[in-house]
């Protein structure tokens, strides 16, 4: 019977509880009632309840609870099982995941984690909804937003988007038949060139979500707090890249529509308040030039935002076993019309030229 360790000391995860068992993804009932032995070992199993969360495109979620009068602890009322995708710890570090997932829960910015387990973790249900369409851009919500980014590190951290893009790409290359030489070559080019010109920017390295699509933020309207689940990409990232990918994920997953990317008039009002957030420490004010810079960069790091989902997407056409067309998804998000693409990684400085939005110049698509 499997019992309860300390998971190997990692940072922050060294606290961790450790389950030895590895839960069957086609039929998880069996291995998800003697996981909740050890959590809950007050439930009645036979009164346990079983949800499925079907949005997701990596991971399968299913949230576990029995009824309010059969409940021994009012407050253990749903616990959360989340199953690892079919080999995706080939491009998902597990142990950095369960280490941010305990440094952010620490800073009160994401929820309680009970254990891991072989193929995956359990972790606390925050009560609230998954962000609408119409929530993204109200202004109570978005004010609330990005606090992770003020978290401090005590060791200098290197940006992980470079060092996640080759290893995706050696993972492709791996994956793939000798007839997709070329696309490889393609997506290797567009990478060095994002790379060259956006590291030149200087874009501050912070705490970075790296995969804020609105069904990852989640909003308890009660008491009005705006809080983050699923933690997989979550590491020390450009602050731009995670704002541009923000943006990008504003118009959708599976039912794509640019027409609800922010306005250039919404992404500004963001990136003011983000900014006066931001700057509360040092209690300096926000300059016009500050906000026109950080949106210059957050509208080419969308750039890399695109081609990173891209070749994840393309990655998982060839790995995943959940039902979602990434195929169809990999080719939104590659199709890059080159001079166009160029000319926004040039973009001028100057506040009144800046008057596109990204996804319209170069890369058709991204969730």
């Given at each position: 019977?499997?019992g309860?360790?300390r998971?190997?000391?990692?940072?922050?995860?060294?606290d961790?509880?450790?389950v030895?068992l590895?839960?069957?993804?086609?039929e998880?009932?069996?291995?998800i009632l003697?996981l909740?032995?050890?959590?809950r070992?007050?439930?009645c199993l036979e009164q346990?309840?079983?949800?499925?969360f079907?949005?997701g495109?990596?991971?399968?979620?299913i949230?576990?609870?029995?009824?309010?009068?059969?409940r021994?602890?009012?407050?253990?009322?749903l616990?959360?099982?989340r199953?690892y995708?079919r080999?995706?710890d080939?491009f998902?570090?597990?142990s950095r995941?369960?280490?941010m997932?305990?440094?952010?829960?620490?800073?009160g910015?994401?929820?309680?984690?009970?254990?891991s387990f072989?193929?995956?973790i359990?972790y606390e249900?925050?009560?609230?909804?998954?962000?609408?369409d119409?929530?993204l851009?109200q202004?109570?919500?978005?004010?609330?937003?990005?606090?992770?980014h003020?978290?401090k590190?005590?060791?200098?951290?290197?940006?992980?988007?470079?060092?996640k893009?080759?290893?995706l790409l050696?993972l492709i290359?791996?994956n793939q038949?000798e007839e997709s030489?070329?696309?490889?070559?393609?997506l290797?080019?567009?990478?060095?060139l994002?790379k060259?010109?956006?590291s030149?920017?200087?874009?501050?390295v912070?705490?970075?979500h790296?995969?804020?699509?609105?069904?990852n933020?989640?909003y308890?309207?009660?008491i009005?707090t705006?809080?983050f689940?699923?933690f997989?990409?979550?590491d020390?990232?450009y602050q731009?890249f995670?704002i541009?990918?923000?943006f990008n994920?504003f118009a959708?997953v599976?039912?794509?529509?640019?027409?609800?990317?922010p306005?250039p008039?919404?992404q500004?009002?963001w990136?003011?308040?983000?900014?006066?957030?931001?700057?509360?420490e040092t209690g300096?004010e926000?300059?016009e030039q500050e906000?026109?810079r950080?949106?210059?960069?957050?509208c080419?790091f969308s750039?890399?935002?695109?081609?990173?989902w891209?070749?994840?997407?393309?990655l998982?056409?060839?790995l995943s076993s959940?039902d979602?067309?990434?195929?169809?998804?990999?080719?939104?998000?590659t199709?890059?019309?080159q001079k166009p693409y160029v000319?926004?990684l040039?973009l001028?400085?100057?506040?009144n030229?800046?008057?596109?939005?990204?996804?319209?110049?170069?890369?058709n698509?991204?969730?």
């Amino acid at each position: 019977k499997p019992g309860m360790s300390r998971c190997p000391p990692i940072g922050l995860c060294s606290d961790i509880p450790h389950v030895d068992l590895e839960i069957n993804e086609e039929e998880p009932e069996p291995g998800i009632l003697e996981l909740l032995q050890i959590l809950r070992p007050d439930w009645c199993l036979e009164q346990v309840y079983m949800k499925s969360f079907t949005e997701g495109i990596t991971n399968r979620l299913i949230g576990c609870f029995v009824r309010p009068d059969q409940r021994p602890d009012p407050d253990s009322d749903l616990v959360l099982v989340r199953l690892y995708g079919r080999h995706t710890d080939l491009f998902v570090d597990r142990s950095r995941e369960v280490q941010m997932v305990r440094l952010l829960e620490s800073r009160g910015c994401g929820p309680k984690i009970y254990c891991s387990f072989r193929n995956g973790i359990s972790y606390e249900y925050l009560p609230g909804a998954p962000l609408s369409d119409r929530l993204l851009t109200q202004p109570h919500i978005y004010r609330s937003d990005l606090g992770l980014h003020q978290i401090k590190n005590s060791e200098s951290e290197e940006p992980v988007l470079w060092k996640k893009m080759e290893h995706l790409l050696n993972l492709i290359q791996m994956n793939q038949s000798e007839e997709s030489q070329e696309s490889r070559w393609v997506l290797r080019t567009e990478m060095v060139l994002l790379k060259s010109s956006l590291s030149r920017l200087r874009s501050p390295v912070v705490l970075c979500h790296n995969d804020l699509l609105t069904k990852n933020i989640i909003y308890n309207k009660e008491i009005g707090t705006v809080k983050f689940i699923d933690f997989e990409y979550c590491d020390f990232n450009y602050q731009a890249f995670d704002i541009g990918n923000h943006f990008n994920e504003f118009a959708g997953v599976s039912d794509l529509d640019y027409s609800r990317y922010p306005s250039p008039g919404l992404q500004k009002d963001w990136i003011t308040t983000y900014l006066k957030n931001y700057s509360q420490e040092t209690g300096s004010e926000v300059t016009e030039q500050e906000v026109t810079r950080l949106y210059v960069h957050v509208c080419k790091f969308s750039l890399a935002s695109n081609l990173f989902w891209g070749m994840w997407a393309i990655l998982q056409s060839k790995l995943s076993s959940i039902d979602f067309d990434f195929r169809r998804c990999s080719l939104s998000f590659t199709q890059v019309t080159q001079k166009p693409y160029v000319e926004t990684l040039r973009l001028h400085r100057s506040h009144n030229k800046i008057m596109f939005k990204p996804q319209a110049v170069s890369i058709n698509g991204h969730s």
